[in-house]
C-alpha cells in the first residue's frame, strides 16, 4: 500500500501544547501535560466518531430528515483527525490516516441503509468496506508507531470497537432496546481506551516531544472527560428521541440514568445513602428531568414549558452547579467562570436540540460539535482542579507507556474509582457550604 511507503515519521509543531515531554518531571501529578493533551484530544475527536456513528445509523434507519446532516459531521470529524495525525506523522500521513477513515464512514452509512432497505448484497459489501478498514487502519497504527502499538492489538481492538457500534444498532433495529443502549455504553468506554494506547505509542516513539500520557493524572482526567462526553451524547439521543416519540425513548433516558449512577452508587458505597441520595436529587430534579420537560415541551408546542425548562438548566442548575464546584474546589475553579461553563454546556445542549426541532439540521450538527467539544474543556478544569487540590491521590505509579493488548488502554476500574473518590471528597467538602434549590421532577 502506497502509505506503509510515505508514511515516514515527521514531527511537525507539537500537539496543542508547546514544549518538551520532559515537563512532566514536576513532581505535582498534572492533568496537562503534553502527552495527557494528546490523549484528551484523541479521546475527543474518537469518541466523537463513536457517537456520531450511532447517531447517523440510527437516524438513517428511521428516516429521520437528519440523517444527512449527522453523515456529514461524521465525515468532518473524520476530517478533524488529518491535521492531529499530520503533526505527528507529516502530511501524507494524516491524508493516508483520513483516508482510511472516511472510507469507514461511508461503510457504516451504507449498512444502515442496506438494514433499512433489506438489501443482502449492499449490506455484505458495506461489512466487508468495515473490516477493510480495521485491517488497513490496524496496519497503518502499527506502521506509523513503528511497532509501539502492534497490528495484531490494533486490528482486534478496531474489531472490538466495529462490533460494539454494529451490535449497538443491530439490537436497536430488533427492537431489544435495553441491551442496544447496554451495548452502547460499554463501547462508548471502549473506545477512550484507544487514546490511551495510540497517545501511549506515540510518547513512547517520541519521548523528547510527549510526556507520558497514561499517568494516574492523566487517567483521572480521560475518566472525566468520558463521562462528561457520554452525558452529553445521551442527553441529544433522549432530546431528538422524546421529541419525536420514539419507541426507545425511556431506554434512553435510562442510559442517563446508567451514567448518573455511575457517580451515585460509587459516592453510596463510600459515604452512605445519604450523600448519594443528595447528589442524585441535584443532578436529575434540576438537570436531566428539566431535559425531559424541555423535549415534551417542544413536542407540544408549549413555549411557556420550554421557557421555563430552560431557565432551570442555563439558570438554576447552572448556578448551583456552578458555585458547588467552585466551593468544593476551594476556588480551584474560579466562581464566575464555572456557572459561566456549565451554562455554555446547557445552552448548547438547548441550541442543538431547538435547532434540530426547527429543521435546521446543519447548524444542529454544528453546534452537536461545539457542545461535545466543551465536555472537555469541562472535563479538563475540573480533573486540574481535583488533582491539585488531592495530588497525593494522583501520584504517578509508572505504569508501561504503552499497553500490549490493544484498544484496551489504562482505563481500568481502579482508574475510575479514583473518580469516585474524588467526586465523593468534593461532596464532603461542600457538604453545609451549598444549599441547593430543589425542584420537583417533571414528569
Known amino acids: 500500500?502506497?502509505?506503509?511507503?510515505?508514511?515516514?515519521?515527521?514531527?511537525?509543531?507539537?500537539?496543542?501544547?508547546?514544549?518538551?515531554?520532559?515537563?512532566?518531571?514536576?513532581?505535582?501529578?498534572?492533568?496537562?501535560?503534553?502527552?495527557?493533551?494528546?490523549?484528551?484530544?484523541?479521546?475527543?475527536?474518537?469518541?466523537?466518531?463513536?457517537?456520531?456513528?450511532?447517531?447517523?445509523?440510527?437516524?438513517?434507519?428511521?428516516?429521520?430528515?437528519?440523517?444527512?446532516?449527522?453523515?456529514?459531521?461524521?465525515?468532518?470529524?473524520?476530517?478533524?483527525?488529518?491535521?492531529?495525525?499530520?503533526?505527528?506523522?507529516?502530511?501524507?500521513?494524516?491524508?493516508?490516516?483520513?483516508?482510511?477513515?472516511?472510507?469507514?464512514?461511508?461503510?457504516?452509512?451504507?449498512?444502515?441503509?442496506?438494514?433499512?432497505?433489506?438489501?443482502?448484497?449492499?449490506?455484505?459489501?458495506?461489512?466487508?468496506?468495515?473490516?477493510?478498514?480495521?485491517?488497513?487502519m490496524g496496519a497503518f497504527l502499527a506502521t506509523a508507531t513503528e511497532g509501539n502499538l502492534p497490528e495484531e492489538g490494533a486490528v482486534d481492538a478496531l474489531r472490538q470497537h466495529e462490533d460494539f457500534v454494529q451490535n449497538t444498532f443491530d439490537l436497536y433495529v430488533a427492537g431489544d432496546y435495553v441491551e442496544s443502549y447496554t451495548t452502547?455504553?460499554?463501547?462508548?468506554?471502549?473506545?477512550?481506551?484507544?487514546?490511551?494506547?495510540?497517545?501511549?505509542?506515540?510518547?513512547?516513539?517520541?519521548?523528547d516531544q510527549f510526556s507520558d500520557p497514561n499517568t494516574a493524572a492523566g487517567d483521572f482526567r480521560s475518566t472525566v472527560?468520558?463521562?462528561?462526553?457520554?452525558?452529553?451524547?445521551?442527553?441529544?439521543?433522549?432530546?431528538?428521541?422524546?421529541?419525536?416519540?420514539?419507541?426507545?425513548?425511556?431506554?434512553?433516558?435510562?442510559?442517563?440514568?446508567?451514567?448518573?449512577?455511575?457517580?451515585?452508587?460509587?459516592?453510596?458505597?463510600?459515604?452512605?445513602e445519604e450523600a448519594a441520595t443528595q447528589f442524585a436529587q441535584i443532578w436529575n430534579n434540576e438537570h436531566i428531568s428539566a431535559q425531559g420537560a424541555l423535549s415534551g415541551a417542544a413536542a407540544s408546542q408549549d413555549q411557556a414549558g420550554i421557557d421555563e425548562a430552560k431557565e432551570a438548566l442555563t439558570g438554576t442548575f447552572a448556578t448551583d452547579l456552578g458555585t458547588f464546584l467552585s466551593t468544593a474546589t476551594e476556588d480551584r475553579m474560579?466562581?464566575?467562570?464555572?456557572?459561566?461553563?456549565?451554562?455554555?454546556?446547557?445552552?448548547?445542549?438547548?441550541?442543538?436540540?431547538?435547532?434540530?426541532?426547527?429543521?435546521d439540521y446543519e447548524a444542529s450538527y454544528n453546534t452537536y460539535r461545539e457542545g461535545y467539544a466543551i465536555m472537555f474543556d469541562i472535563g479538563k478544569g475540573l480533573s486540574g482542579a481535583v488533582v491539585d487540590q488531592f495530588p497525593e491521590e494522583f501520584q504517578n505509579t509508572a505504569p508501561e507507556k504503552m499497553p500490549k493488548t490493544g484498544f484496551g488502554g489504562t482505563a481500568t476500574e481502579s482508574n475510575s474509582m479514583m473518580l469516585w473518590v474524588a467526586s465523593s471528597m468534593l461532596l464532603l467538602v461542600a457538604a453545609g457550604t451549598i444549599t441547593y434549590r430543589q425542584r420537583t421532577k417533571q414528569q
Do not use: C
Not at 493516508?96 to 455484505?124: C, P, R, S, W
Not at 481506551?193 to 497517545?199: P, Q, T, Y
Not at 451554562?343 to 426547527?358: K, N, R
Open 1 to 136: 500500500m502506497k502509505w506503509r511507503k510515505v508514511l515516514a515519521p515527521v514531527l511537525g509543531a507539537a500537539l496543542l501544547i508547546p514544549g518538551m515531554g520532559t515537563a512532566f518531571a514536576d513532581e505535582m501529578p498534572k492533568t496537562d501535560t503534553t502527552g495527557v493533551e494528546l490523549r484528551a484530544t484523541l479521546d475527543s475527536l474518537l469518541s466523537e466518531h463513536y457517537a456520531l456513528a450511532v447517531d447517523s445509523m440510527m437516524k438513517t434507519y428511521d428516516g429521520d430528515k437528519g440523517a444527512e446532516a449527522a453523515a456529514a459531521a461524521l465525515a468532518e470529524n473524520a476530517a478533524d483527525m488529518e491535521p492531529v495525525i499530520a503533526s505527528v506523522y507529516g502530511e501524507e500521513g494524516g491524508a493516508a490516516f483520513e483516508e482510511i477513515f472516511a472510507e469507514h464512514n461511508m461503510g457504516t452509512t451504507e449498512y444502515a441503509q442496506a438494514i433499512k432497505d433489506g438489501d443482502e448484497a449492499m449490506e455484505e459489501e458495506a461489512l466487508e468496506q468495515i473490516q477493510s478498514f480495521v485491517d488497513d
Open 184 to 207: 452502547y455504553l460499554e463501547g462508548f468506554k471502549q473506545i477512550f481506551g484507544a487514546g490511551s494506547a495510540i497517545s501511549g505509542a506515540i510518547s513512547t516513539q517520541f519521548p
Open 225 to 272: 472527560n468520558r463521562i462528561a462526553a457520554e452525558h452529553f451524547a445521551l442527553a441529544q439521543l433522549s432530546l431528538t428521541k422524546g421529541f419525536n416519540g420514539s419507541a426507545d425513548f425511556d431506554f434512553a433516558d435510562w442510559a442517563q440514568d446508567q451514567n448518573t449512577e455511575e457517580f451515585r452508587a460509587a459516592i453510596a458505597s463510600l459515604y452512605g
Open 334 to 359: 474560579p466562581l464566575d467562570e464555572t456557572i459561566a461553563g456549565v451554562a455554555a454546556h446547557e445552552e448548547s445542549v438547548i441550541g442543538t436540540f431547538e435547532q434540530y426541532v426547527a429543521g
